[in-house]
């Protein structure tokens, strides 16, 4: 059975950071141990019901993705066994599918986005304006209608319980260079058309990812922290995509939806979500791992 935990404890490493889902501890020789819980993140708040199983569920599909594409972007995953670096006493069991020891990069200050389709905070935006990060789209496209080509959409970094904000590319620029910018927009759109086919193949769409990257002492660039996750992407069966709705999902846009039906403002405290909605959501995540990566939870 999967485990569940909603907040890791490792006593003796130096916690570096707790985010939304993952927690961060310093490790000897420039290295870090990533953990991801189990908890549940929409619209930029931390949920107070985990999802049993989904930070097991994260990490290997993460893992899988990161073998996958090595050939297009090098990432952050050392494959030291988890054993070497654990405190005395932990429970391995617990941490075996939900952790890994990484490279310690310098994080790129941006999320890396790339959208094929037009859905969520895109298509609001193009409602508003016709354009998605100030990148002018042809008029009249509809809700989850694909787009001409992917596109790079990025938005800020929010800290816990902030909103990310979409920006252009000149902002990104400004923020890190422009060949670091450029870089990083190469490296989203490339993993993106590499993944969207791939699934595609496994009969399902991808409609668009979020990436993370950092760059080393060297100055080189790494995809790391998750990777084409039911998380940061958003997954849509084939059989059942209607251009004009927002398409049935593998994704938590199942909870983002069912959030939307009640009267909360999007920030914190988020409200209690309903077990039926936990236990379908966690089916979700487990049906994805499956038909993506052919891994079965448990």
Not at 88 to 96: I, P, R, V
Not at 136 to 165: C, M, N, R, W, Y
Not at 185 to 196: D, F, G, M, P, V
Not at 263 to 269: E, I, L, S, V
Request: glycine share 8%; charged share 25%; proline share 7%.
């Amino acid at each position: 059975m999967p485990t569940t935990l909603l907040q890791s404890d490792l006593p003796g490493l130096e916690l570096l950071h707790r985010g939304k889902v993952r927690d961060v501890y310093a490790l000897p020789g420039n290295r870090l141990l990533i953990v991801a819980s189990d908890r549940l993140s929409a619209f930029d708040v931390v949920l107070p019901d985990p999802i049993p199983g989904k930070g097991e569920m994260l990490t290997q599909i993460s893992n899988f993705w990161f073998a996958k594409t090595g050939h297009l972007v090098p990432n952050h995953l050392l494959h030291t066994p988890l054993s070497e670096v654990l405190p005395a006493g932990t429970d391995l069991a617990l941490y075996e599918k939900r952790a890994v020891v990484t490279r310690r990069l310098k994080p790129v200050p941006v999320e890396a986005i790339a959208r094929g389709y037009l859905i969520g905070s895109g298509w609001k935006d193009y409602q508003a304006t016709g354009a998605v990060c100030g990148i002018a789209l042809p008029a009249g496209l509809k809700q989850a209608q694909q787009l001409p080509e992917p596109i790079f959409t990025p938005s800020t970094k929010a800290a816990v319980g902030d909103h990310d904000e979409n920006v252009s590319f000149d902002a990104v620029v400004a923020a890190v260079g422009a060949e670091l910018a450029e870089q990083v927009r190469e490296a989203t759109l490339a993993i993106y058309k590499w993944a969207a086919a791939y699934a595609a193949g496994r009969g399902i769409i991808l409609a668009d990812t979020k990436l993370e990257f950092g760059t080393d002492e060297d100055g080189k660039l790494y995809v790391m922290d998750e990777m084409l996750t039911p998380d940061s992407s958003r997954y849509w069966p084939a059989d059942e995509y209607q251009v004009g709705i927002s398409p049935p999902s593998y994704d938590k846009q199942f909870v983002r939806d069912y959030l939307e039906t009640l009267d909360w403002n999007k920030t914190a405290p988020g409200p209690r979500v309903p077990a039926e909605v936990i236990g379908r959501t966690e089916a979700k995540y487990a049906e994805a791992l499956r038909r993506l990566a052919d891994i079965e939870l448990g």
